[in-house]
């Protein structure tokens, strides 16, 4: 029998399958050549899987490139140049005031993937070329745990991937949909720190960089939303590495 993934991101992750990825790319000198070499002028440009522990980029750097996007490997942390911050900057000026305050970042989660999807948009090839890449590793059904609204549930339907999913949704998402698309909708996903990545992980000790991880809710705000959960109906998930 083929496995099951609990965990996972098709609506993201096959967005970004096409992106140039630097996880593995161990020096800086080579992570800029391959940015060089895969870049467009005529839109953003985004990079995925940047290690920052290994190496940093100043902006005299980015800003030798046409609109470019790094993402780091945790997807809880980027950077950008000026280039794109000025093509983005109209419809996303919340988000890129913001974007060097980590702790608004893992506060405002849905707000960077719906930031990244608008960049990357899925659609139902890319989602079922997804897939069909987790039936070759042996797995069937997943669990997609950021699931982007309405638009998102639709382009599954148009693949016909539904059977093999479960949406798990944060709750912004929730509050924004419909009766019937709420329906759907199996748990609520809830973020109480950030990444390990981008060292918002609330962890006992600071990072030894000094940052000291974030905590996303206080207790308050936490059973207020584990009560709006049970009054809905639904499962809750909670992300809390630290």
Known sequence: PLLKDHHTHPWLYSSLASCPDIRFVEEKKKALEIIANQSANDEVNVVIGWNDSLYGFSPGELDAFAPLL??????????????AA???GSSFPELLANRCNREWIERN????????MEIMPCNALRLSSFYENLARQGVW??????????AAIDIFDTANLTSRTIFWA?????????????????????FTDGALGARTARLSQCFLSGEKGVLVYDDGELLDLLAWSAELGKAVAIHAIG
């Open 70 to 83: 790094i993402m780091n490997t945790s997807l809880h942390y980027f950077v950008m140049n000026s280039a």
């Open 141 to 150: 059904y997943a669990e997609e745990m950021t699931m982007g609204g309405a």
């Open 170 to 190: 944060d709750a912004k998402s929730c509050a924004g949909l419909g009766e019937e698309e709420l329906a759907r909708v199996h748990g609520l996903k809830l």
């Open 86 to 88: 000025d093509w983005l």
């Open 109 to 116: 989660g849905a707000q960077l993937f719906g930031f990244i």
